[in-house]
Nanobody, 125 residues
Framework: VQLQASGGGLVQAGGSLGLSCAAS????????MGWFRQAPGKEREAVAA????????YYADSVKGRFTISRDNTKNTMYPQMNSLKPEDTAVYYC???????????????????WGQGTQVTVSS
């Protein structure tokens, strides 16, 4: 499975940015897709996740109400949407997927087997 993330860039605080994460490779049967970020000097943290079959979504408190994710099953693609961006949202954003069930938490990076290359999002003040 390969994940290709795109859509990052530079945006002013208060602005919006949409990303995409497309999965390809073996017959794709994802259980869940996660969305993570890592800011300079900080650990990778979970932003949101989506259960593929049901579309159920989960959000970290830091982004709840500002970020949303959706998916297109026909395109095997997840669409993170970031609104009301803040400078502290600046990070490299990664998508990840697992074809196995989630055992502990959608926000636990170890649950995910396949990772995209990351895309830079920079929010200027």
């Amino acid at each position: 499975v390969q994940l290709q993330a795109s859509g990052g860039g530079l945006v002013q605080a208060g602005g919006s940015l949409g990303l995409s994460c497309a999965a390809s490779g073996r017959t794709f049967s994802s259980y869940a897709m996660g969305w993570f970020r890592q800011a300079p000097g900080k650990e990778r943290e979970a932003v949101a996740a989506i259960r593929w079959s049901t579309g159920s979504t989960y959000y970290a408190d830091s982004v709840k109400g500002r970020f949303t994710i959706s998916r297109d099953n026909t395109k095997n693609t997840m669409y993170p949407q970031m609104n009301s961006l803040k400078p502290e949202d600046t990070a490299v954003y990664y998508c990840a997927t697992t074809i196995d069930r989630i055992y502990y938490s959608y926000f636990r990076s170890g649950e995910y087997d396949y990772w995209g290359q990351g895309t830079q999002v920079t929010v200027s003040s």
